[in-house]
């Protein structure tokens, strides 16, 4: 399916002044780099960061850029790779719905290692991170869910394309070279949902940084591609969907609207398709005082679309416990801290009561609730039986999102990391890149 616009609104895009960014953008920014760099830190330990550090330390090459967990730096493109694996390895980053993936993952890793390599300002950095996710918002809007329903991973398709806008902004490629990176990067754009629930989703986001970094670096030394490989004939949009949404996704195109303002951070450690669940829960659990020994059954209803995304009925490792309704509403009930990724082990698969408890929960799809809502009934025997309903889509109060956010930042990665990435993302005007970068170096 051809979409001639979304190139040229791509260009659009990464064109765009920086005065002309609005505040209130800017502001969702701050807290998406603040809690990017938290999640990226407290993921550096995972298994998947581990292997993949390892191979770009063993790589080696320039030393450019630095890695999450790792006192000597890398080549830009290696930096992307292991840091935006890392910040994805705890499935705890930020979600666009409209997009269907996850945005900072994608495009921070490839905006502080370029910035980085190139000694750019940290400002540089921030205004990549909101143009580069608001290209992969449209991308991913042009996709729809029919291309995620299909198996594709869309913070890695459509964050491939953010990713390189977000590289060529910080380069500063003329527009004839960023067409030549981004219609380049459409033949490396990939990711699979079938990688879910294992250290392939995570491996996902680095490759959608990695490649943004390469695209943009090849064409800023004259590598020419084709005239259009996102939209045109055969190009990556014809590829891979049906129907393109191109009159949807860029209806009120930016400046005058940044969908990034819609962006949603995560306040619990797993799928964010489980979120509004879980808060349903929390509110029935808050005003009813429920006893999980109690409850005769649990009726949940979604959308359809994450039937297939976070509906492992029995989850064996704590990987799977992040994508079950199920487990998660034993864990909600029983007042375990879904919060906290250290619950998310494997031991939490085997313990008797929350496993005793996941035949009692029933997930039904209902194409009239919206991706961001839930709707639960809770059946307790003779007693009457309790709703609760939720909707992701009403945004938190500024404060209130940006207490629960230091909140989480402290319970990963400790109070006194907290406090000195927020100090950081609080004076990023006045620091480089490079200084930035060092809150991802081991030993910071």
């Known amino acids: 399916m051809l979409a001639p616009r979304t190139l040229n609104g791509l260009l659009d895009i990464a064109a765009i002044p920086s005065e002309a960014i609005p505040v209130s953008a800017r502001a969702i920014a701050h807290l998406s780099l603040y809690d990017w760099l938290a ?42 790779l292991a840091n935006g694996t890392a910040s994805h390895a705890l499935d705890y980053d930020d979600t666009h719905f409209a997009h269907v993936g996850h945005p900072s993952v994608a495009i921070l890793p490839a905006a502080l290692a370029v910035a980085e390599a190139l000694d750019a300002p940290a400002a540089a950095v921030l205004d990549a991170l909101l143009i580069g996710a608001e290209a992969s918002i449209r991308v991913g809007m042009v996709l729809g869910r029919p291309h995620y329903d299909r198996g594709f991973h869309q913070t890695a398709t459509a964050g491939a394309f953010g990713a390189t806008v977000a590289a060529a902004r910080v380069i500063g490629l003329t527009r004839d070279e960023a067409r030549n990176a981004l219609s380049l990067v459409a033949t490396r754009a990939s990711g699979l949902k079938s990688q879910f629930g294992s250290m392939g989703k995570p491996f996902n986001a680095g490759i959608a940084a990695s490649n943004g970094v390469e695209a943009a670096e090849l064409a800023k030394r004259a590598f020419i591609s084709c005239d259009d490989g996102v939209g045109g004939p055969q190009g990556f949009i014809d590829a891979h969907v049906d129907v393109a949404f191109e009159d949807a996704a860029w209806a009120s195109p930016p400046p005058a609207t940044f969908l990034f303002e819609d ?18 829960l929390r509110q029935a659990q808050r005003t009813h005082g429920l006893d999980p020994a109690a409850v005769a059954a649990v009726d949940i209803r979604v959308n359809p679309r994450w039937l297939k995304v976070c509906d492992i009925k029995q989850p064996r490792t704590g990987l799977e416990a992040k994508f079950s309704y199920a487990m998660v509403t034993a864990m909600t009930l029983s007042e375990v ?83 000195a990435l927020w100090r950081d993302v609080a004076e990023l005007e006045s620091m480089s890149a490079s200084r930035l970068a060092r809150n991802l170096r081991a030993g910071t």
């Open 39 to 80: 999640v990226t830190r407290a993921g550096e330990d995972e298994p998947v960061a581990r292997i993949v550090r390892d191979l770009v330390a063993d790589e080696g090459g320039r030393e450019a850029a630095s890695v999450v967990g790792l006192n000597k730096k890398v080549p830009a493109r290696a930096a992307a």
């Open 263 to 280: 962006v949603k951070h995560k306040l619990h450690a797993c799928c964010h398709g489980l979120h509004a669940t879980i808060e349903a």
């Open 337 to 419: 801290d879904t919060a906290s990724d250290a619950v998310y082990a494997d031991e939490l698969c085997r313990d008797a009561a929350l496993v005793a408890f996941l035949p009692k929960v029933a997930v039904t799809g209902d194409e009239a609730i919206g991706d961001t809502g839930a709707v639960v009934r809770i059946e307790r025997g003779d007693a009457p039986a309790v709703m609760a309903r939720f909707d992701l889509a009403e945004r938190l109060p500024a404060d209130v999102l940006q207490r629960r956010l230091r909140d989480k930042a402290t319970a990963l990665v400790g109070r006194e990391a907290a406090e």
